[in-house]
Structures are given as C-alpha cells and as structure tokens.
C-alpha cells in the first residue's frame, strides 16, 4: 500500500472562503479524528506487517500528509518517502492523506499517537495558524518536534496589465483607497502576508479587502478576471504564471535575497515583511531521548539525500534546517507573531 488519502467533510476555513465557529471546528475535528484514527492504525498495520528487514524506527515510518494529494504539505512528505526509499534510511515509508481544518484534524491524531515513535508528520506555518485560530486541543507543545526542513517565500503579484509596477507603486494606491485594492492568496498563510504588509505600511486591517481562494490556481483567477488586483502567493504556485507573462511580480516576501530568484525582497523596498512558510517534521509526544535522537537522525539523513536536494531545486524550495534549543525558540517566536497577526485581524 503506497498511500491512503482520509477525507472526512471538512475543509480549511480560509482557503474556501467559509468562516467556521471555534465550536464548530472542534466538532469537525473529533468527528474527522475518529475516523482518520482508524485509517491511519490500518495504515501503520500494513506497513509495520511488510517490514522484514530493519529494525527499530528504521524497519517502518508513516508520514501524515494534514492535507489533500497535490499540496505542500503533501510534496514535502512523498519528496521526503522518495528519498528515504533510494537511500535506504528506513527500510518502508509511507504517506497517509489526512485532509480538514488547516491541518489541526492530523494534529489531533499525532497528539493521540503519543509514545508510538514510527510515525512523522509535516506541518508548518499554516497549521500553527489553524491550532491558534480554532482553539485545538493539541498544539506543537504536545508533540515532538524534530525540525523545520525547508520554506517557501510568497511573492506579491498583480496581473500583467496592472498599472502597478512596483510594490511602493501598489501599496501608496492601496493607502490612498483601500477599497481600490481587492487582495487574496492561496490560503490562511497568504491572508497573514497581506495583513502584515498592510500593518507595516500604517494600514487599518479592519480595511482590507481580501478574497478567499484556494490554491495559487484560483487565487490567479481572480486577477485575471478583476475580482482582485493583487495577490500574495507561494513562488512555486505563481512562477509559471510569471514566467509566462501573465503575472507581474513585485517582490519577493524574504528578508535577503534569495539565489536564483530575480525579484527584489520586501525588506529592499522598505517593508519589514517577512512571513515565510515553512514545514517541519514533527512525531507524537513521550518519547524517550533515545527515539527523539534517532528520529532527527532520520530526518537529517533524509534532507542530506540527493533526492531532496534535488526536490529543493525542482520546487524552488529555500533549504532552512532548524533543530535543538534553535527549533524551540524560533517556533516560541513564530506563535508570538502569528498569534499577534491574528489578533489585528480578529480571527
């Protein structure tokens, strides 16, 4: 069994434009935790079954995937499967689809697999966003973290004939009418880009006009049809679509240029905006030292592989590896920030 794609009847509030109660979301999180629960345990049966070679945590791993086929969080796990397969990290891999309310439906399942150490799952920036947002019973201090991975920048882009042609061009218009500038994005990440760019260049949020889309795909829809003038997108979403001539890209959201990427950063233009989504890998809670040791040791080996470095490159991924006391206090300040993002939009 290659995969197992769990798909109870949610889905992420920000991303299909429906705002979920905090009450709601914890129903559709019990709801779809029983029953990704027993897929997932089907999953871990198979898998430690066809293991005979190997021994301990190398012998079987399954990846969760909190999200659909096709997504970031997805790539991350089958890219990370891929290379642990070629290179004999550990002797079966496998990923398993568990999809619902920004990645805290998986979230609440790892925090239930607590002490079982062959498991790992992707998450990152969104998903610390969606456990804050809707008041998830478990948090990334439930867990075990091992390590932050990689990230990707989102890019502001306009459509191709927009008048703008720089980001001061766009946000001076942007301050003169904030109605004059509908915004929107792939998803809650890209919702926090636009809000922090609006705070720091002294904007009210409670003005912003923002479009719900889901995914890079509807999200330059909307441009192309003039529901929205600007967006804040993945650059692995968006740079086809740049490359193609019908999107105009007017900066990169990073602190220091990135190689590679001819777009000058945000923080060149004068706006300290520096959101970057990034994943990490992280395992159930109560393990012992030794399974937390030889779990890092995986992940480490796994970023180290040909096969990664070479999905580094194909997805324009930017390499950031963070573990230890580094980790725990870089995701301290990540909750800070979001927390405080979320706050100014009222979420």
């Given at each position: ?63 969760v995937a909190p999200a659909a086929a096709g997504g970031g969080w997805d790539t991350v ?271």
């Amino acid at each position: 069994m290659e995969s197992q794609n769990i798909s109870p009847e949610t889905t992420s509030p920000h991303t299909q434009g429906i705002r979920i109660t905090k009450k709601q979301s914890k129903w559709l999180t019990v709801v779809g935790g029983v029953f990704s629960a027993a897929v997932i345990g089907s999953a871990l049966f198979v898998s430690a079954s066809s293991a005979e070679s190997g021994s301990g945590l190398r012998s079987s791993m399954t990846i969760v995937a909190p999200a659909a086929a096709g997504g970031g969080w997805d790539t991350v796990a089958r890219e990370m499967q891929q290379a642990q397969r070629a290179n004999g990290i550990v002797n079966n891999t496998q990923v398993v689809n568990m999809p619902g309310a920004a990645g805290t439906i998986a979230l609440e399942n790892l925090g239930v697999l607590a002490g079982e150490p062959n498991h790992l799952m992707v998450g990152g920036t969104g998903q610390l966003a969606g456990y804050l947002q809707y008041g998830s019973k478990t948090t990334y201090d439930d867990v075990t973290p091992l390590a932050v991975t990689v990230e990707e920048y989102d890019v502001i882009v306009v459509p191709a004939d927009s008048p703008y042609n720089s980001l001061d061009e766009l946000v001076t218009a942007w301050k003169q009418d904030p109605s004059s500038v509908a915004w929107t994005g792939g998803g809650a990440f890209d919702q926090l880009v636009v809000a922090d760019l609006a705070l720091s260049s002294g904007l009210d949020v409670d003005d912003m006009v923002y479009v719900n889309s889901d995914g890079g795909g509807e999200a330059t829809q909307a441009m192309i049809n003039g529901t929205a003038q600007a967006s804040a997108s993945g650059y692995p979403d968006t740079i086809d679509q740049i490359e193609a001539g019908r999107l105009k890209a007017l900066a990169l959201v990073a602190e220091e240029p990135v190689e590679g990427i001819d777009i000058p950063t945000t923080v060149e233009q004068g706006h300290d905006v520096t959101l970057a989504n990034w994943r990490i890998l992280l395992a159930p809670g109560k393990l012992s030292d030794e399974e937390k040791s030889e779990l890092e040791s995986i992940v480490v080996e796994t970023v180290e592989t040909p096969e990664w470095q070479a999905a580094i490159e194909n997805y324009h991924w930017n390499e950031n590896v963070i573990t230890g006391d580094e980790l725990k206090s870089f995701l301290q300040e990540e909750t800070e920030k979001i927390s405080d993002l979320q706050e100014e939009l009222g979420l």
